[in-house]
């Protein structure tokens, strides 16, 4: 959606177009379309086997991970979601990073939007930080403001559904 007063972007960026992917992430059955989309269409088409875990930055992760998670576990493939936390719990276990990951050696990351993909780069050090690597990152919209610079530069592709570019010429 275009919008005439610009707002401020989770990455300090002013911007005019906001792409509300909860909309996508929040209804069961349009999420339930994107696990499908991604699982069946997307990750085919870049050549990639479905992974065995999926996950990202709680919350815009979240969702999408769990949906993955099931649409996989329909087709009889086990692929475990994976919740990663902003920093480490100060209680309890004191985790950043919530799921089994016992015998996975990689994690496929999703994200909703991208712009300059630090809310995507924070998962993929913490996974990479415990020993698990990441190569791949999944999201709905790229807005290409530099995200997919930013994760190429840290050996990570990033797939994307849809482009800024898709939707505004703006």
Known sequence: MYREEPFTLASGKMSHHYFNCKKITLHPARLSLLAAAIRDELLPAHGLALPKAAGGLTLGADPIAYAFSLACHEKGHL??????????????????IEGDLTDIDEVLVFDDVITTA??????????REAG?????????????????????????????LFKKSDFSSR
């Open 132 to 160: 698990k690597q990441v190569t791949t990152a999944v999201c709905i919209v790229d807005r290409e403001e530099g995200g997919r610079e930013a994760l190429s530069a840290e050996g990570v592709q990033l797939i994307a």
């Open 118 to 127: 630090g809310s995507t780069l924070k998962p993929v050090a913490a996974l």
């Open 79 to 96: 692929c475990m979601p994976v919740v990663v936390r902003k920093e480490a719990k100060g209680h309890g276990t004191g985790r950043q």
